[in-house]
C-alpha cells in the first residue's frame, strides 16, 4: 500500500496511477478488513466519484495540495449530508448540514473523505469499547484493544485502510490510539485547529487532531486544517507556518523528562527502556536530556476527571429528544420525552460522566469539586510553563503498557481512567503533542513515545519529531 502523500503525488502526477485506481485499492481493503469494525460508514460512491473529479483537475494541473490524500473522519467530525453519530444511539441518524471546518478546508485542498470511524460514544474512553458500533479490534493482535477514543481512526491507518484519518483529542484520544497501534498521533495546540463542527465533550480540553503514517503527511494535513475561523472564537489567528516545508532543523535541543513519569510503577519496563535508549541517543548527538522534579503528576487524572465531566453534563444536556438524532416514542409528557430519550440514548459510560459532572457542579460541592479543579488546573498550566522557561520539549512515555484485552479494563471505570495518566497534561495545559512509534514491545505490539511543546510551537515539535522517527530503528 502507500506510505506517504508525497509517494502518492509522485505516482499522479507522473501519471503512473490514477486517483480512480488509489480509492479503488483503499475500498477493497476496507471491505477485506471489516471485521476490525474501523470504519461506521464508507462513502463508496462519492469517493470514487470525487476521484474521477480530482484526476481530471491533476491533468489540468488545477489540483489543490491534498489531491492523492484518502481520509477518514472519525465519527464525531461534522460533514455536510452525512452522518455524524460520535459513535451514540442519540444521534442515531443525525444528519449534518454543514462542514466542520477541518473538512471543509480538506475538501478545498482535494482531499477525499472516505468515511467515518468508529470511536468510543462521544469520545469517552480509552478502548473504544462503549461505541454503540461494537469494538474496534487492534490489526496486531484481534483480542486487543485499538485504544480510544478514536479507535477506528488509528485502526484505518495502521492497516492502510486510509492514508491519513481525523481524530480527536480531549485528553489523549488521538495519541493513545496511535500508540496502541504503531501510527503518528498529533494532538495540536489548543486553538490551533477550529473546533466548529466538532461534536463537543468538553470545550476547553477538545482539539481535532491528526493520524498519520509519517510526520511529514501530519505536518501537511495540519497547515491545512489550522488557522484562523470566524465560527469558533478560541481559535488562534496566529499565522499558519508550512509545517511540511520546514521539517528539517539540524538544532540542539534542551529535553525535559519528568522524573516521576519515568519512574511510575505501572510503566511498563521494555517502554521504560527504550526510552531511555532514546535519551542514551539524544545525548549522544549532543542534545541535552535532563529528569525535572513535577510533584503534580498525582493530580493529573483527578482534576482531568472532574473538569471533563462538568463540561461534558454541560455540553450533552442539548441532546433532549426534541433538537437532534434519537427521540423515544413512548413519553406522554415532555419530561418523560427527556427521561426516556436520554435513559434508552446514552449507554453505561456516557450516563456516569454526565451524572458524576452534574455532581461536581452541585450547588453543594462545586466549590469542593470543580472549584478547586479549575485552581489545580491553573497550578498544573504555571508548573508545566515554568519547565518550558528551561526546556524546548518535554518527553514521556504515551501509555504506560502496550495494548490491553478486549474486556479487560472495561468494568473498571478507574483502571480505565488511569490509562491517560501521560496524556491529559498536555490537554491540561493547552500545548501540542504528539505520539510517534518509536518501538514495539516484545509481546509484539507496537507503542509509541509522546513529545510536548510548548504552545504554538508545532513548528520544531514536527521537525524534532521528523527527526527521531526517521532515526527509530535505532531503538
Ligand atoms: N480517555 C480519555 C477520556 O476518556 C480521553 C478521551 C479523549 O481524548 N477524547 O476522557
Known amino acids: 500500500m502507500y506510505n506517504s502523500l508525497s509517494e502518492i503525488q509522485k505516482q499522479l502526477f507522473s501519471n503512473k496511477l490514477s486517483l480512480e485506481d488509489i480509492v479503488d485499492n483503499y475500498l477493497k481493503k476496507i471491505y477485506e478488513k471489516k471485521y476490525l469494525n474501523a470504519f461506521v460508514e464508507v462513502f463508496e460512491k462519492e469517493a470514487v466519484k470525487q476521484a474521477k473529479i480530482i484526476d481530471l483537475k491533476i491533468k489540468q494541473n488545477k489540483a489543490g495540495k491534498l489531491a492523492g490524500l484518502v481520509i477518514g473522519i472519525k465519527d464525531n467530525i461534522c460533514y455536510k449530508g452525512h452522518k455524524a453519530t460520535a459513535g451514540s444511539k442519540i444521534l442515531e441518524n443525525f444528519v449534518s448540514s454543514y462542514n466542520s471546518t477541518a473538512v471543509e478546508r480538506l475538501i478545498k485542498q482535494d482531499a477525499i473523505i472516505i468515511g467515518r470511524l468508529n470511536c468510543d460514544e462521544f469520545a469517552m474512553g480509552s478502548s473504544n469499547e462503549t461505541s454503540v458500533y461494537g469494538s474496534v479490534l487492534n490489526p496486531f493482535d484481534q483480542t486487543k484493544v485499538s485504544g480510544g477514543s478514536s479507535g477506528g481512526s488509528a485502526v484505518a491507518v495502521a492497516d492502510d485502510l486510509c492514508l491519513a484519518a481525523l481524530g480527536s483529542d480531549t485528553g489523549g484520544s488521538v495519541r493513545q490510539p496511535a500508540s496502541f497501534c504503531g501510527v503518528v498521533g498529533l494532538k ?13 465533550y468538553a470545550s476547553s480540553f477538545d482539539q481535532i487532531g491528526i493520524l498519520s503514517k509519517n510526520i511529514s503527511d501530519a505536518s501537511l494535513i495540519l497547515e491545512a486544517i489550522a488557522g484562523n475561523d470566524e465560527f469558533d472564537s478560541t481559535v488562534s489567528d496566529k499565522v499558519v507556518p508550512e509545517y511540511s516545508k520546514l521539517l528539517e532543523s539540524g538544532k540542539k535541543y534542551k529535553i525535559a523528562f519528568l522524573n516521576n513519569h519515568l519512574n511510575n510503577k505501572e510503566l511498563d519496563p521494555e517502554i521504560r527502556d527504550t526510552i531511555l535508549n532514546i535519551f542514551d541517543y539524544l545525548k549522544s548527538i549532543g542534545h541535552s ?18 473538569l471533563t465531566t462538568a463540561e461534558a453534563s454541560s455540553n450533552l444536556s442539548r441532546y433532549d429528544g426534541v433538537r437532534f438524532g434519537y427521540r423515544n416514542e413512548n413519553a406522554n409528557n415532555l419530561n418523560s420525552l427527556y427521561t426516556n430519550t436520554r435513559t434508552k440514548g446514552f449507554g453505561k459510560e456516557v450516563k456516569r460522566r454526565i451524572m458524576t459532572g452534574a455532581f461536581v457542579l452541585s450547588k453543594d460541592f462545586v466549590d469542593e469539586y470543580y472549584t478547586k479543579a479549575q485552581k489545580v488546573r491553573r497550578l498544573i498550566q504555571d508548573e508545566t510553563n515554568k519547565i518550558f522557561n528551561d526546556f524546548d520539549f518535554i518527553i514521556s512515555p504515551t501509555t504506560p503498557k502496550t495494548a490491553f484485552k478486549l474486556g479487560k479494563k472495561n468494568q473498571n471505570p478507574v ?53 527521531l522517527f526517521k532515526k527509530q530503528k535505532f531503538f
Open 289 to 306: 536530556v535532563k529528569g525535572v522534579d513535577f510533584k503534580l503528576t498525582d493530580l493529573l487524572i483527578p482534576t482531568y476527571y472532574v
Open 415 to 467: 483502571d480505565m481512567y488511569l490509562e491517560d495518566i501521560f496524556t491529559v497534561h498536555a490537554n491540561l495545559v493547552g500545548v501540542p503533542a504528539i505520539s510517534i512509534p518509536l518501538g514495539k514491545h516484545s509481546n509484539g505490539m507496537p507503542f509509541g513515545v509522546q513529545i510536548f511543546s510548548q504552545k504554538f510551537e508545532e513548528q520544531s515539535l514536527l521537525s524534532f519529531a521528523n527527526f
Open 188 to 200: 495540536p495546540t489548543y486553538g490551533r485547529v477550529s473546533r466548529y463542527g466538532l461534536i463537543a
